[in-house]
């Protein structure tokens, strides 16, 4: 067998999130037929990690395993597949790994934005959060600092969620204005089910004056979900990165 690993984006709005539930249209489920179909074979897919209901996606990865030895050399294959897949899926490249490569525990970090939009506009309403109240955005930035000082995020965890350790290594988080809308990107290690969206919606609370960031950090050192703020919606939030080792990657890859 050969391993690949497949990058994709798509739009969560239809979907309930990456990883594949009894009667629920997910995104694995999607592209596992796909391939399935396209491959002549029954394609397994590992994803890089699980999205929530309505979470988006520029840049997903995922990998999976092939009798076919050189899908990465196949120029029709990914032409094929977006062919065959919903508009709001579409795959931008397959890439031929090593055996032990894993789209899940191979990845250096991730990087995450949400976007608040602060004038209604229809062409946005599924892909940011509408806020038109006043937010103290230096505070927010404040904040943002805090995180570079702690490394367990279980206050921002989905309770009763099956993580191992709430250990993350966060390397960036900023607020930054971007026409009407504001986006907050944050980049680390590995992330927690639901963690982005939690801080989110914790920080929004300090912009309006709500919380203190002595009471922001307090919420960290508590390592309670409850402590925190109710999590941001989930259509504001887009995986946008993913980085990898270039040693695992085998040459002679086919981009879109």
């Not at 990058?7 to 539930?21: M, P």
């Not at 995104?27 to 029954?42: D, N």
């Not at 250096?108 to 934005?113: F, G, I, P, Q, V």
């Not at 009407?180 to 914790?202: H, P, Q, W, Y």
Request: charged content about 25%.
């Amino acid at each position: 067998m050969n391993r690949y690993f497949i990058f994709i984006s798509f739009k969560g709005t239809s979907y309930h999130g990456w990883q594949i539930q009894p009667n629920s249209i997910t995104v694995q489920s999607t592209i596992e037929e796909s391939l399935s179909l396209i491959l002549g074979e029954k394609v397994r897919t590992t994803g890089a990690g699980r999205t929530d209901t309505g979470v988006h996606a520029l840049v997903f990865c995922a990998h999976f395993d092939s009798k076919a030895l050189n899908l990465d050399k196949n120029e029709r294959l990914i032409y094929r597949l977006n062919r065959f897949l919903p508009s709001d899926i579409s795959v931008s490249a397959i890439r031929k790994v090593i055996p032990d490569a894993n789209a899940r525990f191979s990845a250096k970090s991730r990087t995450y934005k949400y976007y608040i939009c602060r004038r209604k506009d229809p062409f946005t309403d599924d892909s940011g959060w509408l806020f038109q109240g006043k937010l103290d955005v230096d505070m927010m930035n404040k904040a943002c600092s805090v995180l570079f000082k702690h490394s367990d995020f279980k206050s921002f965890s989905r309770l009763h969620s099956d993580n191992k350790t709430s250990i993350c290594r966060v390397f960036q988080a900023i607020w930054v204005p971007e026409g009407d809308k504001l986006v907050f990107t944050i980049r680390a290690d590995r992330f927690l089910r639901n963690m982005v969206r939690a801080i989110v919606g914790t920080m929004m609370e300090i912009g309006q004056g709500k919380m203190s960031l002595k009471e922001f950090e307090e919420v960290i050192i508590a390592k309670d979900r409850a402590a925190a703020g109710t999590s941001a919606p989930a259509k504001g939030l887009f995986l946008t990165e993913i980085e990898y080792p270039e040693d695992i990657f085998l040459p002679c890859s086919v981009k879109n």
